[in-house]
């Protein structure tokens, strides 16, 4: 079945975007092509200085999962204003080029640094949590059609990790991957029903995440990952990432669980959870890039990412889960 994760993106020249932006924008200035994984993204600067992003998505795009992005930004700015969220601009549009149809969104531009390109301390990260946790509050109760799928990039899907175990390189990668999804299993799986469901972002990583000079989290961007599945992932995604390349992982993922579970409250049962949920999305990342780098060799950049996960697995994979779930639990209430 084709994806928007085995389907070419699209790869619009710049005088394409600027006659386009002309013709159903009435927009004309400097374009930018930026970074991006499976859509193609262009930074606009008009000739009144007023920026834009313009995003050309996946041909094998869905429109419902655009309308769930627009609905649920809506939403979150309709209850918390405060929020650096990027808002749709106007109605979804069509290019269509070479007999095939890409949606087009005009969004916003927010201002900032990227969590990645940004030195933060571990109050900072308390204070990303603290704004997740209110994210999360600005959806809760919200619910789209579209959210609940099944998704390469939910800490649900395990068995599209299993389907992707062939294209790890070693047995020891995949001995790896196949303990997390036992431990999954075994601690995660029989208290499910526990585990709050709601519509999460589902990639609040250091390139999604905006932040001030003082290195305090002021937006973040990218809904294309919008998934209903456990509460306790929204979090969980973030902690996975703060913790690569770290000398001490376990110090900023707690600081951003203490935040979150003070401005979004997380049972027991669910902060037991997030270590484990920690693991499957290092998993799910590895599996991907395995698979994906057999669609698109060319793409360097997928098996340079995967460097600093698998070394996080192998840390994580020496640790007793059930204890470090036991040091954040305490972490998060001292």
């Not at 003070?262 to 027991?268: D, G, R």
């Not at 998993?283 to 698109?296: G, P, Q």
């Not at 340079?304 to 996080?312: G, R, V």
Request: proline content about 3%.
């Amino acid at each position: 079945m084709t994806s928007v994760f085995s389907t070419n993106p699209p790869n619009f020249s710049i005088q394409d975007i600027e006659k386009y932006l002309l013709i159903n924008f009435n927009l004309s200035g400097k374009v930018i092509n930026l970074y991006s994984d499976r859509d193609q993204n262009f930074l606009i600067q008009s000739e009144s200085n007023q920026k834009f992003i313009l995003k050309i998505s996946n041909p094998a795009e869905q429109l419902e999962i655009l309308e769930l992005q627009n609905k649920a930004t809506l939403c979150i700015r309709s209850r918390e204003p405060n929020l650096g969220i990027p808002l749709q601009i106007g109605e979804i549009k069509e290019f269509n080029k070479d007999g095939k149809t890409y949606f087009v969104r005009l969004v916003e531009y927010l201002d900032g640094q990227f969590l990645k390109d940004s030195l933060v301390g571990n109050a900072a990260h308390e204070k990303l949590g603290i704004f997740l946790g209110t994210l999360s509050h600005s959806l809760d109760g919200f619910f789209h059609s579209a959210a609940d799928r099944e998704f390469e990039w939910d800490v649900r899907a395990i068995e599209l990790i299993k389907s992707r175990l062939a294209y790890l390189k070693s047995k020891s990668d995949k001995k790896t991957v196949t303990h997390f999804l036992n431990e999954y299993e075994n601690n995660v799986l029989p208290i499910a029903i526990e585990l709050k469901m709601g519509v999460i972002h589902n990639d609040g990583n250091n390139h999604n995440i905006l932040v001030d000079e003082k290195g305090e989290t002021t937006g973040i961007i990218d809904f294309g990952d919008m998934v209903y599945s456990y509460q306790a992932a929204e979090p969980a995604v973030c902690m996975a990432y703060l913790g690569l390349e770290k000398e001490d992982a376990f110090t900023p993922m707690a600081q951003v669980l203490k935040g979150y579970h003070s401005s979004f409250t997380l049972n027991n049962l669910e902060l037991k959870s997030v270590i484990y949920l920690v693991c499957i999305r290092l998993c799910i990342s590895v599996t991907m890039s395995a698979w994906r780098m057999k669609l698109f060799p060319e793409n360097k950049y997928l098996s340079i990412s995967q460097k600093p996960a698998w070394k996080l697995l192998r840390y994580l994979e020496t640790e007793d889960l059930e204890k470090f779930a036991d040091r954040l639990t305490k972490y998060v209430f001292n």
